[in-house]
């Protein structure tokens, strides 16, 4: 099936994203991170009042991933002058593995492309096999870690990992 990407804009949109964010870290998290670090970084970072002030303020985009017409999973981007960085990249659990991670991926480049960006980069939690391997499979390669203090307590132990898009002339 293919998936139809739509962009997140209204409240109404940015209550529903929240609510399939929480849905998805409390179900795909709970066996790399405890569930208060996942309370917390869903608060700071998936909320409505996170992902509103994301997109007014700092140039964050979101968009739906929509199987007949329901929203399965979402992406968040941001432009950094001739980068792409693939905040947030989510499925839920019942539709991981039929392609449409692939799907995503060449929505990602064509944006890359009509925008002129040459990469693409991410953060992934360094313990995160699955995911990391699915990235690897789709080009990205690891180039450093990073520890991060998201506050309270908390770090992110991650990955940064790239994509080098290949733009026409």
């Known amino acids: 099936m293919e998936l139809v990407f739509s962009k997140v ?22 066996c790399i991170i405890s ?28 968009y ?7 929203p399965i999973g979402y992406l968040g981007i941001k432009q950094e002058e001739d980068k792409l960085f693939l905040s947030k990249f989510y499925l839920q659990k019942e539709h991981r593995g039929k392609g449409y991670a692939s799907q995503a991926m060449e929505f990602l480049v064509g944006i890359c492309k009509v925008r002129r960006l040459g990469m ?18 789709k080009g990205f390669r690891t180039v450093r870690t990073q520890v991060a203090d998201i506050g309270n307590g908390y770090v992110m132990d991650d990955n940064i990992m790239e994509k080098k898009i290949v733009l026409e002339d």
């Open 64 to 70: 739906f991933m929509n199987v007949n017409g329901n």
């Open 120 to 137: 693409i980069w991410l953060t992934v939690n360094r313990y995160n096999d699955a995911t990391i391997a699915v990235y690897e499979k």
């Open 35 to 62: 569930n208060e670090q996942i309370d917390y970084m869903v608060e700071k970072f998936q909320s409505v009042h996170a992902i509103t002030d994301q997109i007014t303020n700092q140039g964050y985009e979101y």
């Open 9 to 30: 804009d209204s409240e109404e949109e940015i209550s529903l994203l929240a609510q399939l964010a929480s849905e998805i870290w409390y179900e795909y998290f709970v």
